[in-house]
């Protein structure tokens, strides 16, 4: 693959909650235009290294640079004006609207004198839109289905109108027609606007299929990274996740496609050479 | 809650603002109500004045009696009700919506608690007692109830704030901790009563429960002040807690600074909160209960700021009404507040059970 340019990039990012470093010597450039997945077994550092980058966090050492810039140097309104983040568990109060919501993004582009001009209201209408939340605009958030619901934290994400869109697990506690719907979105933000996208998923085949470019991560470090068809081996599998799995190619779209036979380890030897394990964790393990 | 919340766009030049219609119509009905309440409570007491020579008088009429009744003994008392309610109001929509948590207000966090430790402690020393006797005296001793109120309320904050921060605040976790500080800052009061010589605990519990009787311009005028600057300070604020509302990680995404904003909205309220009980002690719930009940009249998601500060003026002002009109017996406006906000605060709680285990 060429070098595409980068505007946000880590290099030897280190970062720990105090005891250990959860993100160890990191150095990652997010590619403009594209869509990055992070992927990587609970608890390896993906999502404490997209809020580092992202400043949610300082890192204990090592930089992140946006648009040429130390981060830490640029003022945090100024920030969300270039680079916007959905946080993996964010909190909508009772009662509000999906109109609000969405205009709550618009919060680092306003002044107190300046609460409401009409690009703000078209470009929170355009998210709506966008995001096929239109018809919802003056439903309460608490409402919605999950998916819906999704697609409005995306909405007022977007109504941040930044080219640099991080979203920490965006489906996680959809079912997988939401989280097809979420990822069909991200797919048109990247394709029908340019956004580059970096999102944190957990599961492997959504990933393969939605990414230009897929980062590893195990223990705080990226062990591989690269397209879905240069990542997704079985011994990456095997040594990342501890997953036994084989890959097929998808019929349509030649993309990888993952499919467990059993959870490397957790399977004494001697049930897998007897054919077809009773309740065998895999399916589990994927998701 | 409803979802018929419109809004519609207020744009002035460059500058504009989003103007929530349903909020605007119940703020200016509460602010009509407030202005009868204090009209009759000028009107009414002992020595009756029809409404239209209240006004009369208000308007620079009025013959030297009515002048003398209206203006020196019931306009200060009336003022000091609509700016405590205010103050407190508006303290406890800022607390709540920080902490993300209906209970979150400074009467239960026990930064009232502190405010009256403090308030306590300068009355009981001022007051020639067993100890500290004659230390802080004449002039002093009438500025130092609201410093000792506020720098009380202000330490009580800080402790809260550092024994709850755990890379960021719980809102859970804020208030048991709040709760227990309450608890300890009210066994120091207890002690302060008990040590002190019968006449200054005597006049110190009359002001613990909360009384507007017999307020001046001199306990109006540290409200006025403090309201001045703290009332445009929370309203700059508005913007941030919007953001703040969804989360830490999220409003920090959006920009705001969020260690700046939580500090300066804390001092706000403590500031708000410490006055207002410096001026009439601690008037039980008005913090808790108004911004609460101001969230459902004008149906929005978080406790309006200017909506809580009218409707916290018609809690007390009401109450100073009922005590000395209503009542045949003079009590206390504190206890008529903690009269509708006890029963509110259960009805909450056993509101918020029923929720999280359905």
């Not at chain 1, 003022?75 to 109060?93: D, F, G, H, N, V």
């Not at chain 1, 797919?187 to 085949?205: I, K, M």
């Not at chain 1, 030897?269 to 077809?276: F, P």
Request: hydrophobic share 50%; aromatic share 4%.
């Amino acid at each position: 693959m060429s070098t595409p340019t980068s505007r946000l990039q880590a290099s030897r990012l280190t970062v720990g909650y105090g005891g250990a470093p959860v993100v160890r010597d990191l150095d990652l450039a997010i590619p403009d235009g594209q869509v990055t997945t992070v992927i990587g077994p609970n608890g390896c550092g993906k999502s404490t290294m997209l809020r580092t980058m992202a400043r949610l966090l300082t890192p204990s050492s090592g930089t992140v640079v946006l648009d040429g810039e130390p981060i830490t140097s640029i003022p945090t309104r100024e920030i969300a004006t270039r680079l916007a983040l959905l946080p993996q568990s964010p909190i909508a109060p009772d009662g509000l609207l999906v109109r609000d919501l969405v205009g709550r993004g618009r919060h680092p582009h306003q002044r107190w004198f300046r609460q409401w001009s009409r690009e703000d209201e078209r470009i929170v209408a355009a998210a709506l839109e966008m995001t096929d939340v239109a018809d919802l605009a003056d439903r309460p958030l608490d409402q919605l289905s999950g998916g819906q619901r999704q697609r409005a934290w995306i909405a007022m994400t977007l109504a941040q109108d930044t080219d640099l869109m991080l979203l920490d697990e965006p489906t996680t506690f959809l079912d997988l027609a939401h989280q097809v719907e979420v990822l069909d979105l991200v797919a048109r933000l990247n394709r029908e606007r340019g956004r580059t996208v970096a999102l944190v998923l957990h599961d492997l085949n959504l990933a393969a299929r939605y990414s230009d470019l897929i980062v590893v991560m195990k223990d705080g470090v990226i062990v591989e990274r690269g397209t879905p068809a240069e990542v997704f081996t079985t011994t990456m599998l095997r040594s990342v996740f501890g997953l036994e799995a084989d890959i097929l190619a998808d019929p349509r779209t030649g993309l990888p496609i993952v499919v467990p036979t059993s959870c490397a380890g957790s399977v004494p030897q001697s049930l897998t050479t007897g054919g077809t394990v009773p309740g065998s964790p895999s399916t589990a393990a994927a998701s | 809650m409803a979802s018929t919340t419109l809004s519609a766009p207020l744009r002035l030049g460059a500058a504009s603002w989003l103007v929530p219609l349903r909020a605007v119509g119940a703020t200016s009905v509460g602010f009509g109500v407030l202005c009868v309440l204090a009209v009759l409570d000028l009107a009414l007491g002992d020595f009756e004045i029809p409404v239209a020579d209240v006004l009369r008088t208000l308007a620079g009429g009025g013959d030297a009696g009515q002048q003398f009744i209206v203006m020196e003994l019931r306009l200060p008392q009336t003022l000091v009700a609509v700016l405590v309610g205010a103050a407190l109001g508006l303290a406890g929509a800022l607390t709540q919506t920080f902490a993300r948590n209906p209970l979150a207000s400074p009467d239960i966090l026990g930064v009232t608690e502190g405010a009256a430790v403090g308030a306590v402690a300068a009355i009981v020393m001022s007051g020639a007692s067993g100890y500290g006797g004659g230390l802080v005296s004449g002039s002093l001793a009438s500025m130092g109830v609201p410093v000792a109120a506020f720098l009380g309320g202000l330490l009580t904050a800080t402790v809260l704030y550092v024994l709850s921060w755990r890379r960021g605040i719980d809102d859970r976790r804020l208030i048991l901790i709040g709760i227990g500080l309450s608890a300890s800052l009210a066994a120091v009061t207890s002690w302060l009563l008990v040590r002190a010589r019968i006449e200054d605990a005597a006049s110190a519990q009359v002001w613990l429960n909360g009384s507007l009787n017999a307020r001046g311009w001199e306990h109006a005028t540290p409200l006025m002040w403090t309201l001045a600057v703290l009332v445009p300070v929370s309203l700059l604020l508005v913007r941030h807690l919007n953001a703040l509302q969804l989360g830490d990680d999220a409003a920090r995404a959006l920009g705001v600074r969020l260690q700046t904003t939580q500090l300066l909205v804390l001092v706000a309220a403590v500031g708000l909160a410490s006055v207002a009980v410096a001026a009439v002690g601690p008037l039980a719930f008005v913090a808790f209960v108004v911004p609460q009940i101001a969230l459902r009249l004008t149906g929005g998601s978080r406790p309006p700021m200017l909506a809580s500060m009218v409707f916290g003026g018609c809690l007390v002002v009401g109450a100073d009404l009922v005590t000395r009109v209503l009542l045949p017996f003079a009590i206390p406006a504190g206890l008529v507040t903690s009269a509708i906000g006890a029963p509110y605060l259960i009805w909450l709680l056993v509101r918020t059970n029923r929720k999280a285990s359905a």
